[in-house]
C-alpha cells in the first residue's frame, strides 16, 4: 500500500467542508459607543455628570480607563496609580502611545486647566511600554491563518544547520532539501480564495512532514518544507502532490501547483539567496 493510500486509510480525508477560520487578534478593541451611551465626559458614583471632557480624542472615548485619571484629579488624590492603570488598558486596546498621551493631554485641560504633570505622563508612558512588550514577546513566529512559519524563521533554522555541519563535518546539500509548494491560481481568484489555498497546502504538508521539519512561508505565493534528504524523499513529494492536488478541505475540484525539491547551496549566505529568491512574487 503507498504512503498516499495509508493516509486515504488513516485520515478520513473528508473532513467537515467548512473552515473555522474565525480567530481572536491579539489585541481587540471595544466597540464604539453609540452617541446616545455615555460620551466622553466624567461622572460620579451617583451618576451626576462631572467636569466636561468632551475635547478628548477619540482615544478616549474608547476606553474607561481614562476615568480612573479623572476621579483622581477630581479628589485631589496621587495620579500615578491611575495613569499606570491607564496605560496598561491603553496598550492592551491597542491605541497607540501618542494617542494615549494626547487623551490625557486632553483630559488634563479638561478639568485641571492645564497640561499633564510629568509623574502622569511617565506613569502611563511606562505602562504602556511594559504592556506592549509583554505583548511583542508572546508573539508567534508562525503565521496565525496558516501556521507556517515566517521567512525570518525558516532562514534562521536555514543558518544553524549550516553551523552545526560545519562543526560536524558534514554537507547540508547532501543532508537536506527544501520541497517547494506554489498553488497556481487560475484568473479570477480572489484574494480570500488565495489565502484558503494557503491553508490547505500547509495542512498537506503538515500531514506528510509530521516531524520535525519546518515549515515556513515564502514570501506571498510558495510554501516551503525544511526536510532531511531520507531515501524515500521522492515518495513523500509525491504524496504531497498528490494531497494538494486531488484533495481539499472545502472543495473536490483538482487544484493545479507547482512542486519542486529545491537543492540547497553550499554556504549559508548562498541560501539566504535562495529563499530570497523563492520569495520573489
Not at 221 to 248: D, F
Request: net charge negative.
Amino acid at each position: 500500500m503507498s504512503l498516499f493510500a495509508d493516509i486515504r486509510r488513516r485520515f478520513d480525508l473528508r473532513p467537515a467542508k467548512s473552515l473555522n477560520l474565525a480567530g481572536s487578534p491579539a489585541r481587540t478593541r471595544p466597540e464604539e459607543s453609540s452617541p446616545d451611551d455615555q460620551p466622553c465626559e466624567w461622572r460620579d458614583t451617583h451618576g451626576t455628570a462631572g467636569t466636561d471632557v468632551t475635547s478628548c480624542p477619540a482615544s478616549c472615548s474608547d476606553s474607561s480607563a481614562y476615568l480612573a485619571i479623572a476621579e483622581a484629579l477630581r479628589d485631589g488624590a496621587d495620579v500615578v496609580p491611575a495613569s499606570d492603570e491607564v496605560g496598561r488598558q491603553l496598550a492592551a486596546d491597542g491605541v497607540s502611545l501618542l494617542e494615549a498621551l494626547d487623551g490625557l493631554s486632553a483630559l488634563y485641560r479638561s478639568i485641571a486647566g492645564g497640561e499633564p504633570a510629568f509623574a502622569a505622563v511617565r506613569a502611563l508612558s511606562s505602562s504602556w511600554a511594559e504592556a506592549s512588550l509583554v505583548y511583542l514577546h508572546s508573539l508567534s513566529c508562525e503565521d496565525p491563518l496558516t501556521g507556517l512559519s515566517s521567512l525570518a524563521h525558516l532562514r534562521s533554522r536555514l543558518g544553524e544547520l549550516y553551523r552545526e555541519a560545519e562543526f560536524r563535518g558534514t554537507s547540508v546539500p547532501q543532508t537536506h532539501a527544501l520541497v517547494v509548494v506554489e498553488p497556481l491560481n487560475p484568473p479570477g481568484t480572489t484574494p480570500f480564495d488565495r489565502e484558503l489555498r494557503r491553508v490547505d497546502v500547509a495542512e498537506c504538508l503538515r500531514i506528510v512532514f509530521c516531524g520535525g521539519d519546518v515549515l515556513g512561508r515564502v514570501g506571498s505565493r510558495r510554501a516551503a518544507a525544511l526536510v532531511g534528504r531520507e531515501p524515500n524523499l521522492p515518495e513523500q513529494v509525491e504524496t504531497v502532490r498528490a494531497l494538494i492536488t486531488q484533495w481539499r478541505l472545502d472543495t473536490d475540484v483538482p487544484q493545479l501547483a507547482r512542486i519542486w525539491i529545491e537543492g540547497l547551496p553550499g554556504t549559508d549566505a548562498m541560501a539566504g539567496r535562495v529563499l530570497d529568491e523563492l520569495a520573489r512574487p
